[in-house]
């Protein structure tokens, strides 16, 4: 079933939480926070592996000039996983970059 945006980071944070996942992420002031997903994190991760344009993650209905986007239970595993490999630090890498 497609995901809306708020669906998305709901699921991704059920996800996290039920695999006990430790995420955290270091704020602008340099304060390091173990914090639930949120959307501005999500939308760190659409950006960085360009979640937008893989057919697997998103779908783009588009009405007229607006374009809205759901997404694929595979785009929550996605990123579930690659939070996995680095919880603490991956909000960080993807953002440099």
Same mark, same amino acid.
């Given at each position: 079933?497609?995901?809306i945006?708020?669906? !998305?980071?709901r699921? /991704?944070?059920?996800?996290?939480? +039920?695999?006990k996942?430790?995420? %955290? @992420?270091?704020? *602008?002031? #340099?304060?390091?926070?173990?914090?639930?997903?949120?959307?501005?994190? !999500?939308?760190?991760? /659409?950006?960085?592996?360009?979640? +937008?344009?893989?057919?697997?993650y %998103? @779908?783009?209905? *588009?009405? #007229?000039?607006?374009?809205?986007?759901?997404?694929?239970?595979?785009?929550?595993?996605?990123?579930?996983?690659?939070?996995?490999?680095?919880?603490?630090?991956?909000?960080?890498?993807?953002? *440099?970059?």
């Amino acid at each position: 079933m497609p995901l809306i945006y708020l669906n !998305l980071v709901r699921d /991704i944070d059920n996800r996290l939480k +039920k695999q006990k996942i430790p995420f %955290s @992420y270091t704020t *602008k002031n #340099g304060e390091s926070l173990n914090k639930s997903f949120n959307g501005y994190v !999500l939308s760190q991760f /659409i950006s960085y592996y360009n979640i +937008k344009r893989d057919k697997r993650y %998103s @779908y783009a209905h *588009k009405i #007229g000039n607006l374009i809205e986007y759901t997404y694929s239970q595979q785009a929550s595993e996605f990123i579930v996983n690659q939070i996995k490999q680095d919880p603490a630090r991956i909000v960080e890498k993807i953002k *440099k970059r």
